[in-house]
């Protein structure tokens, strides 16, 4: 017998993606509801062979669902997201709305799914867990298996983030400039600050007063929650002209001796991480690469001379897959394959 899953901003970029996962994984799925704002009744969103009709939000009755897959922004899930649990539902949210709440668990299944234990014992949860930020998702993946096995101080990572991390519109404007920019029409920036066609902008999400962008300060707080709250981290977040996957580049220092090849080695045999690092043309996964894939990739690995037991690193995801819509597929399937999840009534 399946599970009742309702999807919560189902024309969106992501909704649409966690439509396609639940399927691609085969998902224990018994009923399926994909769930929008009130504009987008009726539209349709396939759910692999099927064609789904959204519902309302306002009107959908939540009881009896046994997963709420949430994508549909911070401002909908603050509002949305405890009246649902509160009716029995688990709910898993993609936005950032919960993810720095103490009582909310962050996950990423391959790094922190025994946290999941904990918190469905408690009798006064709220029934949220968050899923990361795109970027902090396919890093904490890597970083784990090389905590655990050198115990990591400090991390340097700049991200070269795409456009369809800010949405349908940041992918639209992207498209738009492109196209525009060869019939010599002047490129107008909407979504981003500047022109983001054949350009890189260093700059994701509002600035904070120490210059830091909210996006960095994102990745060094979640990592702490999600990994070790002892790794020092800093990052540089860059919105890129590409359309869909992340690339990183990182660079660790480690309390102990570690080799490039023992960290590949390492990696090799970590949940979720394929290694691609030949050192010759082409040996190495661009973000054109990785789009569709489950993995995160890694190539480059390298030691680095001028720190003590340091690695640099080349890091690449699907930022709709990994950083967003798989990770919360794989939350559910964790609560199922530990017994943590009560069916609903």
Known sequence: MGYKVAVVG????????????????????DEIFAIASRRSLGTEVSYGDRTLKCVDLETFDFRGIDFVLMSAGSAVSKEWSPRIGALGPMVIDNSSCWRYDAEVPLV??????????????????????ANPNCSTAQLVVVLKPLHDLAKIKRVVVS???????????????????????FVTDAPDAKKFTKQIAFNVIPH?????????TKEEWKMVVETKKILDPKIKLT????????????SEAVNIEFERPITAEEARE?????????????????GYVTPVECVGDFATFV????????IENGLSLWVVSDNLRKGAALNTVQIAEALINRGLLQRAA
């Not at 991390?165 to 920019?181: H, P, S, V």
């Not at 994701?204 to 830091?212: C, K, R, T």
């Not at 190539?299 to 001028?306: L, W």
């Open 266 to 282: 390492t990696l090799r045999e970590a949940p979720g991480v394929l290694v691609v690092d030949k050192r010759e043309d082409g």
């Open 204 to 212: 994701i999400d509002v600035f904070m007063e120490d210059g830091f």
């Open 108 to 129: 990423v299944p391959e790094v922190n799914a025994h946290v999941l234990e904990e918190y469905m014992r408690r009798k006064t949860r709220q029934n949220i867990i």
């Open 299 to 306: 190539s480059r690995i390298r030691e680095d001379g001028t």
């Open 235 to 246: 990052a540089t977040c860059v919105r890129v002209p590409v359309f869909v996957g992340h």
């Open 159 to 181: 991200t070269y983030q795409s456009v369809s991390g800010a949405g349908k519109e940041g992918m639209d404007e992207l498209w738009t400039q492109t196209k525009g920019i």
């Open 10 to 29: 189902a024309t969106g970029n992501v909704g649409r993606e966690m439509l396609n996962i639940l399927e691609e994984r085969q998902f224990p799925v």
